[in-house]
């Protein structure tokens, strides 16, 4: 059985068959090339939502960093601060110190001054005794009773 006998389709037909042929090709050519620009806008579409998604995840990861980056500047102005109040304190301290080995020579120096003057007026002290003592040795001892009660007022302590 023969479909496509000439004989049998009067030429007119198969021209317009041809043209019909042709419109057709035209057609799928024209479908196939819009299937390809839909499946390169689907592709695009994900790459689209793909680099949506990255660049979310992107934005987070930077807000995180910054977060970080912002706490540990903010750490290390609180350490300076902390470090600088406690140098301020080791100036203070020093200079307190320093006021008190001051004051405490001062005070030994005066400590010793006032032992030593002690010293020499206890020295002052018995020697003048002694000399008295002397003295009242030599006065004569019958004389109106003046030795007796000069005596007894200088009796050393």
Request: net charge negative.
């Amino acid at each position: 059985m023969k479909i496509f006998h000439r004989d049998s389709i009067p030429l007119e037909k198969l021209e317009e068959l041809g043209k019909d042929l042709e419109r057709v090709t035209t057609i799928v050519s024209g479908l196939r090339a819009e299937k390809k620009s839909l499946q390169d806008i689907n592709t695009l579409e994900a790459e689209r939502q793909r680099l949506t998604k990255e660049l979310a995840d992107l934005q987070i990861s930077f807000g995180k960093e910054k977060e970080k980056h912002d706490r540990e500047k903010r750490e290390t102005e609180h350490l300076v601060g902390l470090q600088k109040k406690r140098g301020e304190f080791e100036v203070q301290a020093s200079k307190r110190e320093a006021i008190l080995d001051v004051r405490e020579e001062h005070l030994k120096a005066a400590t010793d001054a006032l032992e030593q003057r002690m010293k020499f007026m206890q020295e002052q002290f018995d020697k003048q005794f002694d000399s008295l003592n002397d003295l009242m040795e030599k006065c004569p001892r019958n004389e109106t009773g003046i030795q007796s009660i000069a005596y007894e007022g200088l009796r050393p302590i």
